[in-house]
């Protein structure tokens, strides 16, 4: 059973070494408070053990960023942004990140909102005095790998995937983040911030008819993720609902939309439905071709990039199903030339794979039009 005098002796021995390593006077003098549980205890002392717990990791995210030199563009006011500051600094292991989350979520539910879970105040403060052991010990001894200092240019992208964030979840699409294009590091770093909860916000944005095409092809980019590990419910209604979105709204004059969420639930949810639908629309337009093959140009930097990036998904036909790399298919086949020998075999491989095509139990289309697809591949593959 834990006691109060654990509590009294890990308090005695960080105590003076938060002094020393600067933090701030008030924050030391709210943790010397918790030093032992008084008898009658009720759930205000839980609720205030929050409050401790947040103003000691928002100012241990502010000695990282005056001791380590990395720019912050979080929220210092958000528990969440100021842990991942602490495990992208190095401060927190991905499993320590993770446990620190699940004893601020207890502490959240037992003291605060509803408080429909329970916990005892002993072993609560117990496990507030664990963290703050912990972090003091990982700022002498850091986590042992390369701990990540982000250059200038991906300081700027970690800026402006917040900067987006934060705009769509107020509604607010206005600063340089709406303003320039996406890439692979900028669609990625989104990703990584966005929460679970965010996803009414970024079908807000998707269907808002009032914006530009690029910001609404952007939310659909980013529906699927980290996010939603774990969730598999609202996972597949999201995937039905934006297969049901394109089917009953396609419009190619907004085809950059369209795209997006083919695209989405192609390479996200291996629901190749829409992508096959999609680009044998596109098919029917050469110069809608020839935008959707710019649109992949800027997306990559360079044809170059592009290409590179999809011959290697194609390449890795044991893991990614067909299903999963259509438009790489299209595009590359669209792209080589005879010369190609390498990726003419690549591609001639993958249309023997055509029985790996995953669609939907509710798809209507047919192995048929995989073919049609490949139509260039196939001219080339047969010389």
């Not at 005098?5 to 021995?13: E, F, V």
């Not at 507030?128 to 790998?145: A, D, F, G, Q």
């Amino acid at each position: 059973m834990i006691e109060n005098s654990q509590h009294i002796t890990i308090s005695l021995t960080i105590l003076p070494q938060l002094r020393k390593l600067g933090y701030d006077y008030q924050v030391i003098e709210e943790l010397r408070s918790i030093q032992s549980v008084p008898q009658n205890t009720d759930k205000e002392w839980l609720s205030n053990l929050r409050s401790i717990m947040e103003n000691y990791l928002r100012d241990t995210g502010k000695l990282a960023h005056k001791l380590d030199g990395v720019v912050f563009y979080g929220d210092w006011n958000s528990a969440g942004d100021v842990r991942e500051f602490l495990r992208e600094t190095g401060w927190l292991s991905n499993a320590e990140t993770r446990h620190i989350s699940s004893i601020y979520g207890f502490l959240s539910d037992s003291g605060s909102h509803k408080r429909e879970s329970f916990m005892n105040p002993i072993v609560a403060t117990y496990e507030c005095w664990s963290v703050v052991e912990l972090i003091t010990h990982r700022i002498e001894n850091p986590v042992k790998r390369q701990r990540i200092v982000r250059p200038e240019n991906c300081v700027s992208v970690y800026r402006l995937a917040k900067q987006f964030v934060i705009g769509i979840r107020s509604d607010k699409y206005r600063g340089r983040a709406f303003e320039i294009e996406f890439d692979t590091n900028l669609m990625e770093m989104t990703r990584e911030l966005l929460r679970k909860e965010d996803t009414p916000q970024l079908w807000s944005l998707l269907t808002n008819e009032t914006v530009n095409d690029g910001l609404r092809n952007r939310a659909a980019s980013v529906m699927f993720g980290k996010r939603l590990n774990n969730d598999h419910a609202h996972e597949s209604k999201l995937k039905e609902d934006l297969r049901l979105y394109y089917l009953n709204n396609l419009d190619m004059n907004h085809w950059l939309v369209f795209r997006g969420i083919a695209l989405a639930l192609a390479n996200k949810a291996r629901n190749a439905e829409c992508l096959l639908d999609y680009i044998r629309r596109i098919m029917e337009d050469s110069e809608l071709i020839e935008k959707n093959l710019q649109e992949t140009y800027l997306f990559y930097k360079d044809r170059g990039g592009a290409k590179k990036s999809y011959v290697s998904t194609i390449a890795n036909i044991e893991d990614c199903p067909t299903s999963k790399c259509l438009w790489e298919i299209f595009y590359v086949s669209r792209q080589a030339t005879l010369g190609d020998k390498k990726i003419c075999q690549l591609l001639n491989r993958r249309m023997r794979q055509t029985d790996r095509l995953v669609l939907s139990n509710k798809s209507s289309c047919s192995n048929d039009l995989f073919f049609v697809i490949l139509s260039n591949a196939k001219k080339k593959t047969n010389h």
